[in-house]
Nanobody, 124 residues
């Protein structure tokens, strides 16, 4: 499974951007997919994860109500809609596949098939 992110860029505070994570090599439908971010000098943070079973999402408190993960298995793509962006959302955003038990999506720390990342910069 290979994942590639796209859709980042420069956006003003309060604005929105949508990221895409396109899979190849394996059907995406078998995997829960996590969205992560890493800002300079900070630890990588998981911001959202979407289940492969029923599309349930698990969102970090820092983005709850602002970021929405979704998936289109027919297009082998997972999305992250980011709204009401703040300067502290500036980071490189990555998607990765959950390698844990499929019956417990997004429950563990084991993610793989990391994409190269896409930069999101929130600034006026």
């Amino acid at each position: 499974l290979q994942l590639v992110e796209s859709g980042g860029g420069l956006v003003q505070p309060g604005g929105s951007v949508s990221l895409s994570c396109v899979a190849s090599g394996m059907p995406l439908e078998y995997y829960a997919i996590g969205w992560f971010r890493q800002a300079p000098g900070k630890e990588r943070e998981r911001v959202s994860c979407i289940s492969s079973i029923d599309d349930t999402t698990f969102d970090a408190d820092s983005v709850k109500g602002r970021f929405i993960a979704s998936r289109d298995n027919a297009k082998n793509t997972v999305y992250l809609q980011m709204n009401d962006l703040k300067p502290e959302d500036t980071a490189v955003y990555y998607c990765a596949a959950d390698r844990g038990p499929r019956t417990r999506p997004c429950a563990g720390p084991d993610f793989g098939s990391w994409g190269p990342g896409t930069q999101v910069t929130v600034s006026s």
